[in-house]
């Protein structure tokens, strides 16, 4: 089984920041999936990923297999970014996903 | 809006009583799973469909069930409900296996 540790676990930063959320896993995976849960509940997708780095916006994420990590970045933080990050990779075998515990970001104005 | 649909939005029951819940996949994803977000527990995946057969079993109670139907839409079924079966159900489609995965809004699930 696959476990999934994310650091750190709340963040509070002003706006304007750049932000980094890590996350490392125990067993080599295919991809993994950074997600983005807002107070109301709704869960966004936001990258898919199995190598090197992918951009959107002033949203990064990067991967590195060997050392079974990841990263995301914020650059230029903005209140609107405020919300749970939550990284994921398959569950073993199967497709669905094992989740980290999430890091509860907060950005002040 | 990610595509993917479920109904309802809200469910307040009794214990010991049987729910349905339903998710409707993005137009052309083959893929469905459910999941399970709770207080203690955190998010929690149950089972997987794909193209209508059975793929992948998480964490699911033998009281749950689900079936994913021709038209590709899957329901969730919850029987003998707990206290503890409280908690924000997800659906999430992909276009196939092995894929980025979009999710529905969520039903919240209150069992009183």
């Known amino acids: 089984k696959n476990e999934v540790e994310q650091s750190p676990q709340n963040l509070t930063a002003q706006e304007g920041e750049f932000i980094t959320i890590n996350c490392s896993y125990s067993?080599?995976?295919?991809?993994l999936h950074w997600l983005q849960q807002h107070p109301g509940g709704g869960i966004v997708s936001l990258f898919m990923?199995?190598?090197g780095k992918k951009k959107h916006g002033r949203l990064i994420a990067t991967i590195n297999i060997q050392e079974k990590h990841s990263s995301l970045h914020i650059t230029a933080s903005h209140p609107r970014d405020s919300a749970v990050y939550i990284c994921?990779?398959?569950?073993?075998?199967?497709?669905?996903?094992?989740f980290g515990k999430g890091t509860h970001l907060i950005i002040q104005p | 809006d990610s595509g993917v649909t479920q109904t309802p939005k809200h469910l307040i029951t009794a214990t010991g009583q049987r729910v349905t819940l339903r998710c409707s996949p993005r137009s052309g994803d083959l893929s469905v799973y459910w999941y399970q977000q709770s207080l203690d527990q955190g998010l929690q995946f149950l089972i997987q469909y794909y193209n209508g057969e059975e793929r992948a079993k998480g964490n699911i109670l033998e009281r749950f069930s689900a079936q994913q139907f021709p038209d590709l839409h899957s329901e969730l079924n919850l029987s003998s409900l707990e206290l503890g079966d409280s908690a924000l159900y997800f659906c999430a489609s992909s276009v196939g296996e092995r894929n980025e995965q979009f999710f529905g809004p969520g039903t919240r699930l209150t069992v009183l």
């Open positions: 990923l199995s190598s």
């Open positions: 994921a990779v398959p569950a073993g075998g199967a497709d669905g996903l094992t």
């Open positions: 067993v080599g995976i295919s991809a």
